[in-house]
Structure formats: C-alpha cells, structure tokens
C-alpha cells in the first residue's frame, strides 16, 4: 500500500512532536493532525512560532519547516479520518479516577471514542496506528469495535509505542533507539506493518526497525517504562540510606555505573519521578498482573511507585523538620515546577506533591519555572482537590524573575534540573534571603560547597 495521507487525532506532547518530524522526514506525504481542542489547535497553527503549545528544543524549527507544505493541524477530526491511510491514535489515556480500577487502571474513554469515530467514517480500509501508551490487549479493544461497524471495511491495528522522552523530544525521534511495530501475523498484518516500516525507513536504518506481535509490542512499552521507573526508584531508596551512612549517593552511582551489566544511565537520585508515563504505566502493570491473580509480580512492581511516593513525601518532610519543625506563613520558593527540564509539561511533577504537604503546613510557596505559567501550577494543585481553590490561590506566589522570587525566603528548594537555576548570582540570592539560608537540592545540581562558602545551609539528596 502507498501511503500518501497520514493523520494522526491527539496534538499532544506525544502526537505533535512525532508527526512534526514523520512530516519533515517525508515530505510525498500529507500529515494532518487532529484535536478536539480548538484551542490547542489554534496553538499549533499560530503565525508566531513561539507560541506553539509544546516547548521542546527544536520542534519550532521543524514545525516552521513542515506546516503548511505537507504538515497541518486541525480541528476537522473525520475529514482527516476518511482520507488517511494510516490512522495514528495519541489521545491521553490517564489512570482512572472513577469505579472499578479507580487509581489504578488506565481510562480508554477517550481511546474506545476513537475507535468508533474511525468505525463510523472510514469508507475504505484502513490501518490504525496505537500510539498511546495502552494497557496490554487494547489493541483487542480496538479491533472488536473496528471489525463490527457491517460495512465491509477492513482495519489493521498495528502497536507502535513511543518511546521519546519529553525534553528530548525531537533528538529521540529524529535518531531512535528503536522503533517498535506490532502487528497481526497474517499477511494482511504483515502488509499493514510493511506499509508503517516504510515511512519510518525514510530516516532509521532497516536494523533499528524491530517487528513484534502485537501483545509484545504493548507489553514492551510498559516494561521499558517499569524497568526505567524502577532503577530511579532503586538509586532513590540508595539515597536514604547514604543519608543515614554518610556514603555519597552521586559516588555510588557512578562507581555501580560503571558496570557495563548496569550502565551510567537513568541513576540520578531526586525528589521523585514524574511524567505522565511512568507511575500510570507502573499502575497499569499492576493492575494487569493482579487481575491474573499474579499478586507477586504486582507487588513487585507496586514498589516502585511506593519508594518514589516515599521520596516525595520524604523531601517535604526533611524541609519542615529542618526549618525548625514550622514552616507556617513562611516563604519556601521553588525553583522549578516542570516534571523535567526542557519542557512545560508538569503531569504527575514531583513539585505538585511537595507543595501540596507544605501547603498543608501553612507554608507560602513562591514558585518561579522558565517554562510553567502560575495558572498551570494552580491548576496543578486544584486537581488534587487537597483544598479549595481560593486557599491554593494564596498559598501560592508567583514571580517572573527568579531573584525576586528568592526576596525574603527562608529557603530554597530545587525541585526541577534546569540548567539555568546553576547559573544564578547565588550571592545576590543569599543576600536577599532571610538568615540561615537553607537551600534543598532535589536534584543535586548545585554546587554544595561554594553554596556553603557563600553561608548557605546547604541538604542535597544522598549525602
Ligand atoms: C519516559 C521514558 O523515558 C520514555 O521513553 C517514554 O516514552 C515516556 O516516559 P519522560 O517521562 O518524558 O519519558 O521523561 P524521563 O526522562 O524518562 O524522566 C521521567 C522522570 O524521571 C522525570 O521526572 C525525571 O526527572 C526523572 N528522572 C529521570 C530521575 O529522577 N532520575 C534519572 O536518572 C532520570
Ligand atoms: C555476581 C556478580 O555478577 C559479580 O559482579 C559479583 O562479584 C559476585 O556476584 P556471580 O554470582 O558469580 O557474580 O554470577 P552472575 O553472572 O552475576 O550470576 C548470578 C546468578 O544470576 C546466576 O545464577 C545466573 O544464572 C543468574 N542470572 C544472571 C540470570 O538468571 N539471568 C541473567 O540475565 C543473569
Ligand atoms: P500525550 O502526552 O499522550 O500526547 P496529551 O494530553 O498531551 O497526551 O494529548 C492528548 C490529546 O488528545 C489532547 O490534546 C486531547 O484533546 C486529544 N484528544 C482526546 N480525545 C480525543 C478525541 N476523541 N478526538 C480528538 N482528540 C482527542
């Protein structure tokens, strides 16, 4: 099958990016991506580049390249539909947070609404693309409501997890480690996942391009996601206990690094993990294995989320106690709110936690992210329906300028990596501080002793 039309419905952090770059690399074809959002879409298609909804380094460029000649953004949902050949789905799929598997299990709302309106418009056959991370055997889902519409259309569903992180978005399409199709063993699969090789095979070599079945492929996604999640998990609970023993967390990491069996990679301790992949992915796992009756391989999993909850909670903790057990109408700045640097996406932050319990403590918050705006934060917060809104609204203090955020603070917590926050006068921060001046890296970016020369009251994690 020539594929000449693409369409992809979600114009999120996982769909706007991925096509961005499907369209740069093949220009012979037309990419539309669709979203119920008028305003997301508006976002998109804004004349000024900056303004795009997603930040990730790079993506202006290649949506600057790309929209208008074969890349477009719209609102027209089944028009895009009926004229693809290849449907991409990358609509969110949050835990629930209603009925049976409340907490847990992942919401196919939003992916079982797709599915019908694919079902209800397509005329000709079609091949449909899960991009969104999904719960093992959704594709079955899918497939059940795809193959009873009566009208003789035929639908392949294909598996193609994403596996980019945010931040690095575009470098991770651009040269991925691998890509993953999931397909039907019959020949009509085996076409179906020919025809997504080919348009991948416009830029990753042929090696790269792995082909599964399809239950392979989704449970390889949340295994990659689980396996990633579990070694923070492992070096955070590492941190404590260099905290008790006086080992440096930085020094163990890099010593067990060094192990080729282990590698360098993905062992920074923190104040917890976040994202919008991660915990829901790990929920997902083991709300799959308990509803086999795998209780041992749940539990094992579970963990993993328990130990990041506990680091989270555990970084609140240590700034009240340390803060002489009060931190009530005191003014604690956070020094970033993203789940990472290099985006604007806060889903799932450690940062929304951490305020919450010191919120709870009477706390002020003065918030500063290059990246995040104080509605977002606050929305961040009423979510978690802790309080009510008006409380969240005073609790926290926003600022356009870090300096200014730092004025009068009793301490500062780091609570995202960006590069810039080492870059500050952090003399001109000690100076307009209250005294002691404590800062809490939890990310361990700074440099701790200059901090202390300068008078700093200086806690990284692990050490
Ligand atoms: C993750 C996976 O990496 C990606 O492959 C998948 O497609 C989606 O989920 P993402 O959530 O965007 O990507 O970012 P990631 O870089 O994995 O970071 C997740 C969280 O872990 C962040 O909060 C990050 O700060 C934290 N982290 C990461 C650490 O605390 N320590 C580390 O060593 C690495
Ligand atoms: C281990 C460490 O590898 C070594 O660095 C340390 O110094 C001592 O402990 P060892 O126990 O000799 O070495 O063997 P290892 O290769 O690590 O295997 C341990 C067990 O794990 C074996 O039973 C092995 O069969 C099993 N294993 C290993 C697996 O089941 N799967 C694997 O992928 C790897
Ligand atoms: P992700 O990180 O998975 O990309 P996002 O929440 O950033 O998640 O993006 C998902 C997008 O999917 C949202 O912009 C949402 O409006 C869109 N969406 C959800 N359901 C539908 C639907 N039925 N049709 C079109 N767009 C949808």
Not at 7 to 28: E, L, R, S
Not at 439 to 446: A, H, K, S, T
Request: net charge negative; hydrophobic share 40%; proline share 3%.
């Amino acid at each position: 099958m020539k594929i000449t039309k693409i369409c992809c419905i979600g114009a999120g952090y996982v769909g706007g990016p991925t096509m961005a770059v499907i369209a740069q690399k093949c220009p012979q074809i037309q990419v539309t991506v669709v979203d119920l959002n008028e305003e997301r879409i508006a976002a998109w298609n804004d004349e000024n580049i900056d303004n795009i909804p997603i930040y990730e380094p790079g993506l202006d460029k290649i949506v600057a390249e790309a929209r208008g000649r074969n890349l477009y953004f719209s609102t027209d949902v089944e028009k895009a539909i009926d004229e693809a050949q290849i449907i991409f789905i990358s609509v969110n799929t949050p835990t629930k947070t209603y009925g049976k598997g409340k907490g847990m299990a992942a919401d196919l709302k939003y992916i079982e609404l797709c599915a019908r309106q694919i079902a209800r418009i397509s005329k000709d056959n079609k091949i449909v693309v899960e991009k969104s991370t999904l719960p093992v055997r959704t594709a079955e889902a899918i497939k059940s409501i795809l193959d009873n519409t009566g009208n003789g259309v035929q639908f392949q569903i294909l598996s193609n997890p994403e596996f980019l992180a945010e931040g690095t978005a575009v470098q991770d399409l651009l040269n991925p480690d691998r890509i993953l199709i999931g397909g039907d063993p019959s020949a009509e699969g085996q076409k179906a996942i020919q025809a997504l090789v080919d348009v991948y095979s416009n830029w990753v070599p042929a090696d790269k391009i792995l082909t599964t079945n399809v239950w392979s492929s989704e449970l390889s996604k949340l295994t990659a996601n689980a396996f990633l999640a579990q070694r923070i998990s492992s070096i955070n609970a590492m941190s404590e206990l260099c905290e008790k023993t006086g080992a440096d967390v930085n020094e163990v990491a890099r010593a067990i690094g060094m192990d080729s069996r282990i590698g360098s990679k993905f062992l920074k301790a923190s104040v917890g993990f976040g994202g919008s992949c991660f915990q829901k992915d790990i929920l997902n796992l083991v709300y799959i294995a308990k509803s086999y009756g795998l209780n041992e391989v749940a539990d094992y999993w579970e963990q993993v989320i328990i130990m990041n909850d506990h680091q989270k909670r555990r970084f609140s903790n240590n700034i009240v106690q340390t803060l002489y057990n009060t931190v009530s109408d005191k003014k604690i700045t956070f020094l970033g709110w993203a789940f990472k640097k290099d985006t604007n996406d806060t889903r799932e932050s450690a940062a929304i936690y951490v305020a919450d319990d010191l919120i709870n403590e009477h706390a002020k918050i003065a918030v500063y992210d290059p990246k995040v705006s104080r509605k977002k934060v606050l929305s961040d917060l009423d979510y978690l329906e802790t309080r009510a809104a008006s409380t969240n609204a005073t609790s926290i203090l926003s600022f356009d300028s870090p300096y200014e955020a730092c004025t009068g603070a009793h301490a500062v917590a780091v609570l995202t990596e960006w590069d810039e926050f080492v870059q500050y006068d952090w003399q001109k921060i000690y100076d307009s501080m209250q005294k002691p001046a404590f800062v809490f890296d939890g990310r361990n970016i700074l440099d701790g002793p200059t901090l202390e020369e300068i008078g700093f009251v200086y806690q990284a994690i692990g050490s």
